[in-house]
């Protein structure tokens, strides 16, 4: 089982190394997108290795359905722009770097200890079921006000974004 | 190893992503790569969820609702920045970050 989630994080690595350098590359800002939609798909197989299959869902779903939706219908309303070439420059990659070490390096140190890689070796082996029972007994329940918050945003944003795209 | 893999992925994605928002001269390829440095910060706190617990499983789900609404959050977000390059586009007749300066008070 170990070496199928290990064959499948590698998937994931080089997944998500291949889009992220296709965003930064690609001519197109299309093309960018397009890549975009495959970096959230190797996150999410990252997530199912750890065991958050929910999450994994709920990224597909509303992250990377919404986000390249939203984005190549701006595409599509903006059409064909004549792109300026991106500045590449050393300078940039040295701050790009510095900065992720510095977002990473405590994940690092505390995933170099033995411990347990997945949710499953954390919860035990619970059934899927009792699992998604949990989590929506979570999230419609004990965190009931963060789940009205999240519904408020999702319909003010809805209102905002159809003012603004009608200039109003 | 495995949560290693995982580090590393996440790493590559804030680099790129950084250096993407560093580089890029066009507010749509800003903001997808803005996108790509979040996909790499849920990984680092995921797998910094995975690893601080050893006792109680509890926590895990409940930190993990964390990144649900964040996921939430910024799709809502993404929705909000695309309309306003929308409307940017039809003031200004460009995405250009340059073109944009003319904003400043």
Known sequence: MMELDLFVALIALATGLASAIGIV???????????????????AMAMVVMGFTYLAIFHLLIYVG????FLTLVMTAIGEQEEAKPKHSLSAAIVAAIAAVAVTTPAAIMASSPGPYSLSQVIGHRSDLALWVEVSRRVFVDLWPATVFALIALVAMLVEVVAVARKS | ???????????????????????????????????TVFNGVILVVLVTILSSVRVSPSPVIDASMLILFA?????VEVAVLASIILLLFRTKKSVMVEDTRGLRG
């Open chain 2, 1 to 35: 190893m495995i949560l290693m893999v995982i580090v590393w992925l996440a790493a590559l994605l804030v680099a790129l992503g950084t250096y993407g928002v560093l580089t890029s001269r066009n507010m749509l390829r800003v903001l997808v790569s803005i996108e």
């Open chain 2, 71 to 75: 996921i939430i959050l910024t799709a």
């Open chain 1, 25 to 43: 590359v690609v001519r197109r800002s299309f093309y960018a997108i397009i890549w975009l939609a495959f970096v959230g798909v190797a996150t």
């Open chain 1, 66 to 69: 919404a986000t390249i939706a």
